[in-house]
Structures are given as C-alpha cells and as structure tokens.
T-cell receptor, first 113, second 115 residues
Framework: GDSVTQMEGPVTLSEEAFLTINCTYTATGYPSLFWYVQYPGEGLQLLLKATKADDKGSNKGFEATYRKETTSFHLEKGSVQVSDSAVYFCARGPNFGNEKLTFGTGTRLTIIP | EAQVTQNPRYLITVTGKKLTVTCSQNMNHEYMSWYRQDPGLGLRQIYYSMNVEVTDKGDVPEGYKVSRKEKRNFPLILESPSPNQTSLYFC??????????????FGQGTRLTVV
C-alpha cells in the first residue's frame, strides 16, 4: 500500500555539519510532500512542502526537492545548529481517494556543540 | 492567531475510567483528525472527519470514539481506556484535501498514561 519510508534515527551531528535525512514514498499519482518538525514538548509544525515534481521546498536553511524519478524527498541543510535538534517527519499528502496525510516514522536529530 | 488547542496536555487515569480529550480549531477548517504517536511507529491516524457530522475510521480506531457536532470541535473519547492506549495524542486540522492545500496544523499534544 501507499507508504512513506524515512531514515532511521537517531542521528547525532556536530554543529555546522551537513545534514541529510532520506525520505522515499509510494503513491499512485503525484501527491504533495511535506517535512514536519517536532521540537521537544511541542506539536508538529510544517517545515517545508512541495506540491509537484521538481519543486523545491525551503525554510530556515532546510531544503527538499520533489524527485518523481526516484520517488524521494530528502531533507538537507548545509550547516546545522544546536537549535535544529528535533524530530523530523516526512509526510505524503492525499492521493487518489486516500485522503489522509501519511507520515514516516520520524527521525530524531541531535546537534552537539 | 491560527491555532489548534487540545486539552488536557497531560493526563494520568486508571483502566476503564472514561475520558475525553478536547480539540478546537479557529481556522474554519473542514478536515480534522486524531493521531497517536508511539516510539518507532511515527504518527498513526485514529479517526478523521471531513466535515460536521461526517467521521470515519483511520488506521487504529479500536477503543476510540469521536464526534463532530460543530465545525471547530473534534473531541476524542476513550470509553474504557486500557494501558495499551498510553501514548502521545495529537489533533490536527486542515482545509479539505480536495482543495489541494493539505498543510495540517497540529495541537500541542496530550500525553496520556493509563495505569
């Protein structure tokens, strides 16, 4: 069935390191794709999104490109900060009658000074 | 300020004692849903509602009920809670998926412990 698979965590990086969190999806068509972030003790909030193939979503230095050829939406940031420590969720939007957001399992990111 | 408000934030209860977690949104969204978050499983949808008086089961509906009598409110009801319902619960709202913008807004979460 339709699903979202993202990189297992936890991930620990030093400040200013390069970050990649992999995400792939399955879908019948071309759904919107999202990255949500959950800071400690808070709910999820939208980090970035892309609504069609080859779109690049970006926010707070994070980027992700909608790649239909590889059905991927990998999250990247060139230089992480301690404040980026959080749990990151990749999600796929509604697709041909499946009306819900489908989430990956989440990746916990810890940045050490 | 656009927001989704859940209450309570924390709840400890005993097996079998009925409880309700409230959820309210102020964005006039049609679509609302409940998720539970468990380690290693991500977010799993419990129930959703496409509009007033329209609700349907998500992936893990057993042991839960919902109602949607008003557009802004979508309470989650546990008639007889059990320890396996100990989890972190999130309410979310968005425009109707058919409108193309499915960005979801989440509440701050309710951490439920059933002993």
């Amino acid at each position: 069935g339709d699903s979202v698979t993202q990189m297992e965590g936890p991930v620990t990086l030093s400040e200013e390191a390069f970050l990649t969190i992999n995400c792939t999806y399955t879908a019948t068509g071309y759904p919107s794709l999202f990255w949500y972030v959950q800071y400690p003790g808070e709910g999820l909030q939208l980090l970035l999104k892309a609504t069609k193939a080859d779109d690049k979503g970006s926010n707070k230095g994070f980027e992700a490109t909608y790649r239909k050829e590889t059905t991927s939406f990998h999250l990247e940031k060139g230089s992480v900060q301690v404040s980026d420590s959080a749990v990151y969720f990749c999600a796929r939007g509604p697709n041909f009658g499946n009306e819900k957001l489908t989430f990956g399992t989440g990746t916990r990111l810890t940045i050490i000074p | 300020e656009a927001q989704v408000t859940q209450n309570p934030r924390y709840l400890i209860t005993v097996t079998g004692k009925k409880l309700t977690v409230t959820c309210s949104q102020n964005m006039n969204h049609e679509y609302m849903s409940w998720y539970r978050q468990d380690p290693g499983l991500g977010l799993r949808q419990i129930y959703y509602s496409m509009n007033v008086e329209v609700t349907d089961k998500g992936d893990v509906p057993e042991g839960y009920k919902v109602s949607r009598k008003e557009k802004r409110n979508f309470p989650l009801i546990l008639e007889s809670p059990s320890p396996n319902q100990t989890s972190l619960y999130f309410c979310a709202s968005s425009l109707s998926p058919g409108q193309g913008n499915t960005e979801a807004f989440f509440g701050q979460g309710t951490r439920l412990t059933v002993v």
